[in-house]
């Protein structure tokens, strides 16, 4: 049986690991779920440090600590990600939402956005309205 991988935002990530409320039922479950199998970008890991080094961000220290022992896999940004950037519509401009989404289209990952109700993002985009997201 194929396993259902999936990249979380870092909103998403955040609020598992602090059993926040904010997270949807919907994430919980598939965060939850042990025969999913899901990563967390670097990207995340450098969002979270910058936003709390400007104080924007209260979060705390050893979040890579906080991600291995929470069983999720990491996942480098590579310049194959990098490159995809290009490929991209400017549908966001956040710097770090774009890098993940990439992320997600080059490992044929789905998103897991911080929106509640709404499922993964689909990992590949080549139109963007003739995509569908592959449900968990």
Known sequence: MRRNCGLLDTHVLLWWLADDKSLSPEHRAMIADPDN????????????????????????????????????????FTAAHAETLR?????????????????????????????????PIPSRVSEPQRTTARQF
């Open 87 to 119: 490929k991209l519509p400017w549908h966001h401009r956040d710097p770090f939402d774009r890098m993940l989404v990439a992320q997600a289209m080059v490992e044929h990952l789905d998103l897991l956005p911080p929106t509640h109700g709404c499922g």
């Open 37 to 76: 199998e899901l990563f967390v970008s670097a990207i995340t890991s450098a969002e979270v440090a910058i936003n709390a080094s400007l104080g924007k961000l209260q979060a705390p220290t050893g979040l890579d600590d906080a991600v291995r022992e929470a069983g999720f896999r990491e996942l480098p």
